[in-house]
């Protein structure tokens, strides 16, 4: 397969794929004229990362997630703390939107949204400076 097929396969971008060619994680074989020719395992693996990026897996964590799917001895627990990790970070970020969130419906619903130029909204965002 070459790369357009694997793209539309995966639903990942060209640009995606030749990225994590880059980086080593998937490496496709080439043919005779240089391009890229995609296998089955190499399909395997860029849906793997695709649906792990999805979750939020840093690419480090996907290399090693990638690396303990290919290892029959591994022991679920390695794959089971980083996908905690993962969550940990996830959970604070989610907990960090939720604070933004309700900051800034404080700070619309403080704002009379009219013709005075006095305006709550600029106030904060003036003193977050200092």
């Known amino acids: 397969m070459n790369i357009g097929d694997v793209a539309e396969a995966t639903g990942l971008p060209a640009k995606t794929i030749r990225y ?3 980086i080593d994680l998937v490496r496709p074989a080439r043919g ?7 296998r089955e395992t190499d399909l395997h693996k860029l849906r793997f990362l695709g649906r792990a990026r999805t979750l939020g ?7 090693t997630l990638l690396a303990l799917y290919e290892d029959e001895q591994r022991a679920s627990s390695e794959v089971k703390e980083i996908a905690e990790r993962n969550l940990e970070s996830i959970e604070a ?5 939720r604070a933004m969130q309700e900051t ?5 619903s403080a704002c009379a949204g009219d013709e ?5 909204i ?9």
């Open 20 to 22: 994590y060619e880059d």
């Open 32 to 38: 005779a004229n240089g391009y890229r020719v995609f």
């Open 122 to 130: 600029l106030a904060d965002l003036g003193e977050a400076g200092e």
């Open 116 to 120: 005075r130029p006095d305006c709550p």
């Open 104 to 108: 800034l419906r404080t700070l619309v």
């Open 93 to 97: 970020k989610i907990a960090d939107l």
């Open 57 to 63: 897996f840093s690419i480090e964590d996907c290399r």
